[in-house]
């Protein structure tokens, strides 16, 4: 797992290949996402895995003959950025969960109020992508 300093082990890397589209691969996950290595590699790389299929059903319309289109350095970060943030975002339950076992703490309740104050912000983020 890790060493001192939250450092990953490079065994726990699992590489996940493109298949055209750029490789991915858990190390790079959490060294981007800076997540604890902790979390176990197996629920990342599955989570990294239904991301990038869900992206590139979204990129559907790029494909040239059945295959994605070369993409330069900058669209490579773009697009690993969006697996990689759909994969978080996909983890978060799993982080808060270990989070508490690791503080051994509550967290405080959902209420009407903490729900109300969220909720348009989040409609507002989603509606802009």
């Known amino acids: 797992m890790s060493g001192f300093g939250g450092r990953t082990n490079q065994a726990d890397s699992t590489a996940i290949a493109g298949e055209g ?5 858990t190390g790079e996950f959490r060294k981007i996402r800076r997540v604890s290595p902790v979390f176990d590699n197996d629920s990342i790389a599955m989570a990294i895995s239904i ?4 992206v ?3 990129l559907a319309k790029l ?3 059945g295959k994605p289109p070369e ?3 900058a669209k490579q970060f773009t697009y690993k950025r969006a697996v990689y943030g759909r ?7 799993q982080f808060a969960t270990q989070d ?15 729900t109300t104050d969220f909720w348009p912000k989040a409609t507002e983020t989603l509606a802009c992508c």
């Open 21 to 25: 589209w750029p490789d991915l691969s």
């Open 51 to 54: 991301a990038g299929l869900n």
């Open 56 to 58: 590139q059903g979204q």
């Open 63 to 65: 494909l040239v003959d």
């Open 71 to 73: 993409l330069n350095v």
């Open 87 to 93: 994969a978080h975002a996909d983890l978060l339950p």
């Open 100 to 114: 508490q076992r690791q503080k051994r703490t509550m967290r405080p309740p959902m209420n009407r109020s903490n």
